[in-house]
C-alpha cells in the first residue's frame, strides 16, 4: 500500500486556521488521486476533500465547502489542506490516503492509513 505521513495538527481556537500536510513517503504521488479523512471521537471515519491526479478536480464535503482548500506540490511530493474559520465539530484526526474523488472514498480501509494528526478545535 501507500504510505504517508500527516502533520500540522494542532489546538486552535473557533475560527481559526490550520494548513495539514500529507507528505508521500517512498513514491511519487503525483499519478495518485489523494484525499483527506478525519474521525472524530467515537464516530465512523469521513471523507473531508479530495484532489485528483489527472486534471487537479478538487471536491469537498458539504460540511466543509467552502471553508477548506485542498491543493497539491508534486515538486515537494505533498497534498495539503488548508482550513480557515475552524467550528468545534472538525475536532478529529485527519488522515490522507489514496481515494477516489467522486465518492471521497478511501481506496484502503483504515488500517493501512498512517498515524494522522489530531486537530482539535476549542476555546
Known amino acids: 500500500q501507500l504510505q504517508f505521513v500527516e502533520s500540522g495538527g494542532g489546538l486552535v481556537q473557533p475560527g481559526g486556521s490550520l494548513r495539514l500536510s500529507c507528505a508521500a513517503s517512498?513514491?511519487?504521488?503525483?499519478?495518485?488521486?489523494i484525499g483527506w479523512f478525519r474521525q472524530a471521537p467515537g464516530k465512523e471515519h469521513e471523507g473531508v476533500s479530495c484532489?485528483?491526479?489527472?486534471?487537479?478536480?478538487?471536491y469537498y464535503a458539504d460540511s466543509v465547502k467552502g471553508r477548506f482548500t485542498i491543493s497539491r506540490d508534486n515538486a515537494k511530493n505533498t497534498v495539503y489542506l488548508q482550513m480557515n474559520s475552524l467550528k468545534p465539530e472538525d475536532t478529529a484526526v485527519y488522515y490522507c490516503?489514496?481515494?477516489?474523488?467522486?465518492?471521497?472514498?478511501?481506496?484502503?480501509?483504515?488500517?493501512?492509513w498512517g498515524k494522522g494528526t489530531l486537530v482539535t478545535v476549542s476555546s
Open positions: 484532489i485528483s491526479s489527472s486534471d487537479g478536480s478538487t
Open positions: 517512498g513514491f511519487t504521488l503525483d499519478y495518485y488521486a
Open positions: 490516503a489514496d481515494a477516489g474523488c467522486e465518492r471521497l472514498a478511501p481506496v484502503y480501509g483504515m488500517d493501512y
